[in-house]
């Protein structure tokens, strides 16, 4: 339905869509067997899933039929964040639980992978066959001596033997570690020399935007710079021979061999993620398998509504934490789409036409991706047959209210539209996707279930129609075990914890309306604060670039020594715009009429381009800190930035400044 007010909902589900979805069995269930309200809806559930933290993961590893070998002492030994301890005792695989869809006869021979690259050529990988390459692989690797705990690393794109890899090291206890091919060797080294992996998956070259990029000599780079490799494993996606000294892939899974999992503690790690680590090195985040494992369940499996006879597209890359949970779709026995290639070629409609063609029923993507469609005026249900999307859901940034419209009118109207906020930090989501609730345009529709989400105010008082901090009350599974290579345990504090003694800090500003709703408003270490009148970026960026003059921009608010507030815009112009008088003006006008006269920028300054983190997200804080005098050396992580010559033109702004 189309909103009649300001306030009415875009979309509601139906009444049969409410009953079927798995949330509703779910709460049912839990009501007979554990307490949970039988009545009062998603709201009701949430209450108590935050309240009954402990019953409630009982209830998630029930209704998901976790395989504990080894059983556990309780759910929560320690609650205390950081380091709380999960399931004492239990054991556990995390690859077990991905894969025993191969174990079901009647699906045993159906795709869980659907591979598609640029030529839109479809591969599938039948469950049978994935199970078979994951034994054969993790066979390989125990012969290489690869024992719990070792780290094991892809250079990889987004390709079947990526998720083999990987998979084949959570069922030998390795530990998994990824970056796509498109980094460099300095930022793929800043992020693996600090786990020290023993073995490297690699391709020779990928392709991207209709071109083929080789990466020979960065792969040699890496063999000659990780002198901890005990093996190298060649994947030709370019057609080259394995070169001196690296295992052949196909070698090490043409085997037809039962795989063996190896039964971890819950707390064993399953994988190391990468902050976008702007200043200083990323930080190596571990997470665990068994607290990947049930807070993927209930993710994918509640929030997402994901199962048996779903096809689960999301566009990202092995160097995204979306990718990791994009394979966690295998856990509730979906289809599972691999795409591999740029989003934009042939044309903006790319994402599109791989949705259709794959018959996706949930569809993933950023929000800068939705917003450029609509930029570009193209109609995707009008040109692809979208009829099997249930769900577009974006991540990345904030989707602007225009992005709710966009899908909304252009997709389909019947569409559940899934806004989603969480981050590589916990792998997952602290608000979003809940498949029984309306839809209320630039909102989230709820926070996840034993997520006791909050927005405080500095001196920790929760806000309700107020911006404040996103905090998180109460421990999450998924939440890090550790950070590598910080022994005691310093840096994760100071990561999150550091505001609110005890409580997870996440950076971000939110929302949470009287409604239960969720908005964020961007970055907290990088907020606008003008006047005692607080905004995120996000909101900015949401105004300006709905100019079509606007391909981009950046805000940035500057407190100044003499007590001043000094606030720029930069903005990347569309191709034939030009930044004069007129256009200023009415840059100007957007914010004030749309947002709020304080914020409306000092200067618009037009810049060659936005910098990002290798992961796409605007570079603020560390061109804050190029403003404020600081050389670029300490700034900004280098390995960190998709283009550093960019940021030369802020320190020079700022050298000129103080001059």
Known sequence: MTAATPDAPLWEPSPDRIAAAAVTRFQ?????????????????????SVDELDTFWQAVAEWFDIRFSTPYESVLGDRAMPGATWFPGATLNYAEHALR????????????????????TQLP??????????????????????????????????????????????????????CAPDFGARSVLDRFQQIEPVVLFTVDGYRYGGKEHDRTETVAELRRELPTLRAVVHIPLLGTDAPEGALAWAALTSADTEPVFEQVSFDHPLWVLYSSGTTGLPKAIVQSQGGILLEHFKQLGLHCDLGPEDRFFWYTSTGWMMWNFLVSGLLTGTTVVLYDGSPGYPDVSAQWRVAEQTGATLYGTSAAYVMACR????????????????????????????GFRWLHDEVAADLWIASVSGGTDVCSCFAGAVPTLPVHIGELQAPCLGTDLQSWDPSGKPLTDEVGELVVTNPLPSM????????????????????????????DWITITGRGSVVIHGRSDSTLNRQGVRMGSADIYE?????????????????????????????????????????????????????????????????????HTLTGKRIEVPVKRLLQGTELAKAVNPGSVDNLDLLHFYAELAASRRR
Not at 106 to 113: E, H, K, N, Q, V
């Open 480 to 507: 890090p075990i550790r950070f590598w290579n910080d022994p005691d345990g310093s840096r994760y504090h100071d990561s999150y914890f550091d505001m609110y003694p005890g409580v997870w800090r996440h950076g």
């Open 125 to 178: 990988i039948s469950w049978s066959d994935l199970r078979r390459q994951v034994g054969a692989l993790a066979a390989e690797l125990r012969a290489l001596g690869v024992t719990p705990g070792d780290r094991v690393s892809g250079y990889l794109p987004n390709i079947p033997q990526a998720v083999v890899a990987f998979l084949a090291t959570a069922a030998v206890g390795g530990v998994w570690t990824s």
């Open 375 to 402: 930029k570009a005026d193209i109609h995707p249900g009008r040109d692809f047959d979208l009829s099997r999307i249930q769900c577009v859901a974006t991540t990345g940034s904030p989707l602007p209210p225009d």
């Open 28 to 48: 049912s269930w839990a009501a007979d067997r554990f307490g949970a309200p039988a009545e009062g809806g998603y709201a009701a559930l949430h209450r108590w």
């Open 543 to 611: 105004a300006v670039e709905r100019l079509p003059e606007i391909r981009e921009s950046l805000v940035i608010g500057l407190e100044e020594p003499d007590g001043g507030y000094w606030m720029p815009l930069f903005v990347h112009l569309a191709d034939g715009a030009t930044l004069d008088d007129g256009l200023r003006a009415a840059i100007k006008a957007t914010i004030r009429e749309n947002l709020s006269p304080r914020h409306v920028p000092d200067e618009v300054i037009e810049v060659p381009a936005i910098p």
């Open 101 to 120: 869809t191969a174990e079901d006869p009647a699906r045993a021979d159906t795709p869980a992978l659907l591979y598609v690259d640029e030529t839109h």
